[in-house]
Structures are given as C-alpha cells and as structure tokens.
C-alpha cells in the first residue's frame, strides 16, 4: 500500500522530470456534483457564482488528498507561480 509519504516521493521525482506539466495539471479544476463531496472521502470546493448559484469543483490535489484522508499533501509555488514542491504537513501522514 502507498502512504502519503510515497507518493510526495514519487510526485516530486515527476516534478524533477517535468515541472510544467505537473503545474499544469494540479492548476485545471473540474466542476463536480456536490454529492462527490458529500458521499466520498473527496473534498470539492463550493463556489458562489455572481449569479447566486453555487457549484463545486475538485482538482488533483483533493483526489489525492481524498485517497490518503487529507494526510497533509500539499504543494508549495514558486514566484512564477510554478509547484516547486510536494510536502505532507502532517508528520504522522506516512
């Protein structure tokens, strides 16, 4: 079984190969039944629109936090903006 730990290992050797990519990819959000939030381990964020209508979206990051009950994966952005790195937060998140 991976542990969050494994996986910033893994998630920061792909960083090391290809950097855009990878910021790419954790940048697209994807709007989402609110009820994936609510039935499931993943968190979606919930957005009021300007027109008053609420909607939901997920990204990587919250799938993969969703994977390891938000052990405390995270990633830090450079100036540009660009994911310089993953950590986990938590030191009991293995």
Same mark, same amino acid.
Not at 71 to 82: D, M, T
């Given at each position: 079984?991976?542990?969050v730990?494994n996986a $910033?290992i *893994?998630?920061?050797?792909?960083? %090391? /190969?290809d950097? %855009?990519a990878?910021? *790419?990819?954790?940048?697209?959000? /994807? *709007? $989402?039944? @609110? =009820?994936?939030?609510?039935?499931t @381990?993943?968190? $979606? &964020? +919930?957005?009021?629109?300007?027109n008053?209508?609420?909607?939901?979206d997920?990204? /990587?990051?919250e #799938?993969?936090?969703? #994977?390891? =009950?938000? &052990?405390?994966?995270?990633? =830090?952005? +450079?100036?540009?903006?660009?994911?310089?790195?993953?950590? /986990?937060?938590? @030191?009991?998140?293995l």
């Amino acid at each position: 079984m991976k542990t969050v730990r494994n996986a $910033c290992i *893994a998630l920061n050797k792909a960083l %090391d /190969v290809d950097s %855009d990519a990878l910021t *790419a990819l954790f940048s697209i959000r /994807v *709007a $989402c039944k @609110p =009820e994936l939030g609510q039935k499931t @381990p993943f968190k $979606c &964020k +919930n957005r009021t629109l300007d027109n008053g209508h609420t909607s939901s979206d997920i990204s /990587v990051l919250e #799938l993969i936090q969703g #994977l390891f =009950e938000e &052990k405390g994966l995270k990633y =830090e952005l +450079n100036a540009q903006r660009k994911i310089k790195s993953f950590t /986990v937060d938590n @030191p009991y998140g293995l």
